[in-house]
């Protein structure tokens, strides 16, 4: 919680047990005072403690005042406001870290920082799940995360039809049509990063090729593409297929690459 009437940055004692994380014993017990002067019930204070903290790809070494906080784990108060120095906007509830302190040294990667739009965490989170999900089959390289990332706004990021599908659907980020014995190609407006020493195999959806005779032809990402996925339809059927923005048009299988420690020039993209 963000609470610019704090005038310390506090973590919640229990927090701090449950995680084993380590407390410094404070030289002068405090007692936390309310509003009407009268001590509160969360302290005293008599720890402090360093913890990692993540807000999205904003990342730092806080100082926290060891309190009983009950509904909280963490209250951020004026230290923190002030350090940080974010711009907020209430109405949206969208914290920017756009500070010199945070651009420098905060924030990982992205240097426009978050905003926590339910839509944007979700997305987020799929693009981890995904990571995970691919990481387990993937070989035991230091860097073995799958790096999904969107080329437009609406593309859509690969899933998992069933928690026991092999591969993740890939959805057409374009209509497109498919004409009878004629193949197309649909952008997936996706670009993604394999690990070292594996590919991905685009594969039909089973329930395209049963059913419309729709096949994938070419399909094979390179660990080293940065590109855009696209997927090459062939419609072996004789009435014309419309894909429509959005649809799931074909499977994407990570695996194993056979060569070993080959590298490959021409990155595309
Ligand atoms: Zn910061």
Redesign the pocket.
């Known amino acids: 919680m963000i609470d610019s009437g704090a005038t310390q940055d506090f973590i919640d004692r229990e927090v701090c047990n449950k995680h084993g994380i380590k407390m410094i014993k404070a030289k002068n017990p405090r007692e936390i005072y309310l509003a009407d002067r009268k001590p509160s019930a969360m302290g005293p204070v008599t720890h402090m403690t360093k913890v990692p903290v993540d807000i999205s790809s ?1 990342r ?1 070494l806080a100082t926290f005042q060891v309190a009983n906080l009950q509904n909280h784990e963490v209250i951020l108060g004026m230290p923190w406001l002030r ?2 120095n ?1 711009t907020i906007d209430w109405n949206d509830k969208r914290i920017t ?1 756009n ?1 010199e ?2 651009t420098t ?3 990982k990667s992205s240097p426009v920082a978050y905003a926590i739009p339910e839509e944007k965490a979700l997305e987020e989170n799929l693009i981890t799940r995904f990571s995970k999900i691919q990481a387990k089959n993937g070989p035991t390289a230091n860097n073995q995360s799958v790096r999904v990332r969107k080329l437009s706004a609406e593309a859509r990021v690969p899933m998992k039809g069933t928690a026991r599908a092999a591969g993740h659907d890939l959805y057409a980020n374009e209509g497109t049509d498919v004409p009878a014995r004629v193949q197309a190609i649909v952008g997936t407006g996706i670009a993604i990063g394999l690990p070292h020493n594996t590919y991905g195999r685009i594969a039909p959806r089973s329930s395209l090729a049963v059913k419309h005779r729709l096949m994938t032809n070419a399909g094979v990402i390179d660990s080293d593409n940065r590109g855009e996925v696209k997927v090459v339809l062939a419609n072996l059927g004789d009435q014309l297929y419309r894909v429509e923005k959005g649809d799931r048009i074909a499977q994407l299988i990570i695996e194993k690459s056979r060569q070993q420690g080959g590298t490959r020039s021409n990155p595309v993209g």
């Open positions: 904003h730092e350090e940080h974010p870290f500070s302190r945070c040294w905060c924030l």
